[in-house]
């Protein structure tokens, strides 16, 4: 049997918000499979596994280009080596900007830190010190 969803009833299936099937449907990554007579979208399994699909390489931080990109490779057919080379070189580019993020985080991370330790609570606002550091042309991690 092929089930069939209402655009709702895909976006439970899948833990998204209504409005993101519509989002996605515009940008051309999700098809309906047709329409009910009340003129309803409907859905079938491949949307959902597409969504869900769209859904997780979202959390892994990859961008709707990217995404299109990887579901454009995952279609070429199962025995071409190269598409699954190019899966491992997209994945291989975003695991390094995710490093270069976590590097920039924890950078940031170490200076909240030590605005915080500078700080004297009872001091008026004028002299607080992460609002001065904050006025200063640049936030260097050895300030505090």
Same mark, same amino acid.
């Given at each position: 049997?092929n089930?069939?969803?209402?655009?709702?009833?895909?976006?439970r299936k899948?833990?998204v918000?209504?409005?993101? %099937?519509?989002?996605y449907? *515009?940008?051309?990554l999700? =098809?309906? %499979?047709? *329409?009910?007579?009340?003129?309803?979208? #409907?859905?079938?399994?491949?949307? !959902?596994?597409?969504?869900?699909?769209?859904?997780?390489?979202?959390?892994?931080?990859?961008?709707?280009?990217?995404?299109?990109? =990887? !579901?454009? !490779?995952?279609? @070429?057919?199962?025995?071409s080596?190269?598409?699954?080379?190019? #899966?491992?070189?997209?994945?291989?580019?975003?695991?390094?900007?995710? @490093?270069?993020?976590?590097?920039?985080?924890?950078?940031?991370?170490? #200076?909240?830190?030590?605005?915080?330790?500078?700080? $004297?609570? *009872?001091?008026?606002? @004028?002299?607080?010190?992460?609002?001065?550091?904050?006025?200063?042309?640049?936030?260097?991690? $050895? @300030?505090g």
């Open positions: 049997m089930e069939q969803f209402t655009i709702g009833g895909l976006a899948a833990g918000n209504l409005q993101t %099937v519509r989002y449907e *515009r940008r051309g999700l =098809l309906p %499979v047709g *329409r009910k007579e009340s003129g309803y979208r #409907v859905y079938g399994l491949d949307a !959902l596994k597409r969504l869900k699909f769209i859904r997780r390489a979202k959390e892994l931080g990859f961008t709707l280009e990217e995404i299109r990109g =990887l !579901l454009d !490779l995952r279609i @070429e057919p199962a025995q080596k190269d598409a699954c080379e190019r #899966v491992k070189e997209k994945t291989s580019i975003k695991l390094k900007t995710v @490093e270069e993020k976590l590097k920039a985080l924890t950078s940031v991370r170490k #200076v909240l830190k030590s605005l915080l330790d500078a700080c $004297d609570r *009872r001091s008026p606002t @004028e002299s607080c010190p992460i609002l001065k550091a904050m006025e200063k042309e640049g936030v260097k991690e $050895d @300030e």
